[in-house]
């Protein structure tokens, strides 16, 4: 049973406009929570991560909010590029980072 | 800049056969692990390790197992492999400073015949 879930396979848009992948966890001991983007024949490369303590964090093009609530986090990618069109991974860990749970993925198509 | 290494980027192998994975990193890193990814499925930890000769069974340990002999270098091994092992595999590490941050290898594309 997967603990963290992206149920979008996925997302097609337009360039310059936002893209907003979302992921659902299940586990309330998750406090930590990534991003990483996949191109094909790559190894995923980490992009964002957010603690349980905040609520949003922002890099650059790229924030990441967490609704603890809800047990759900988006990663919001504005304006979108077409060099963002990739697969991305939501991941999560329980402070022991000796686990990490990851999505079944999302794969982002930014149309030029 | 850290690197992981992945010592094949593509892999044919019969039934039956035994298969060893290679994966190194520069970094001194402490944990290193082993994931397979597979559509649909995401990325499944198959083991870890936080220490040279120290190991701890992933997700879905079954069919495979593992050597640390250095810290630099962990190797995935198939014992028997079977066409359901056919997937693409990646190594990633973490250590002191990035405990919080997985980085990974390029990822070997094992296909079992």
């Known amino acids: 049973d997967q603990q963290v879930k992206q149920n979008s396979p996925s997302l097609s848009v337009q360039e310059g406009r936002i893209s907003i992948l979302n992921c659902d966890y299940t586990?309330?001991?998750?406090?930590?929570f990534l991003w990483y983007k996949k191109y094909p024949a790559e190894g995923p490369t980490f992009l964002i991560s957010?603690?349980?303590?905040?609520d949003k964090n922002e890099d650059g093009r790229f924030t990441v909010f967490l609704n603890k609530s809800a047990k759900h986090l988006s990663l919001h990618i504005v304006p979108s590029q077409p060099g963002d069109s990739a697969v991305y991974f939501c991941?999560?860990?329980?402070?022991?980072?000796?686990?990490?749970?990851f999505g079944s993925g999302t794969k982002l198509n930014v149309k030029p | 800049d850290v690197k992981v290494t992945q010592s094949s980027r593509y892999l044919v192998k019969r039934t039956g056969e035994k298969v060893f994975l290679e994966c190194v990193q520069d970094?001194?890193?402490?944990?290193m692990f082993w994931y397979r990814q597979d559509p649909g499925l995401g990325l499944r930890l198959i083991y870890f390790?936080?220490?040279?000769?120290?190991?701890e069974k992933g997700d879905i340990p079954e069919g495979y197992s593992v050597s640390r002999e250095k810290k630099e270098r962990f190797s995935l091994i198939l014992e028997s492999a079977s066409t359901n092992q056919t997937s693409m595999y990646l190594c990633?590490?973490?250590?002191?400073?990035?405990?919080?941050?997985?980085?990974f290898g390029s990822g070997t594309q094992l296909s079992v015949l």
């Open positions: 990633a590490s973490t250590g002191p400073g990035g405990e919080e941050k997985l980085f």
């Open positions: 586990n309330s001991m998750f406090d930590y």
């Open positions: 957010i603690s349980s303590i905040k």
């Open positions: 991941a999560a860990s329980d402070g022991n980072f000796n686990k990490f749970y």
């Open positions: 970094m001194d890193h402490e944990n």
């Open positions: 390790s936080y220490d040279v000769k120290m190991k």
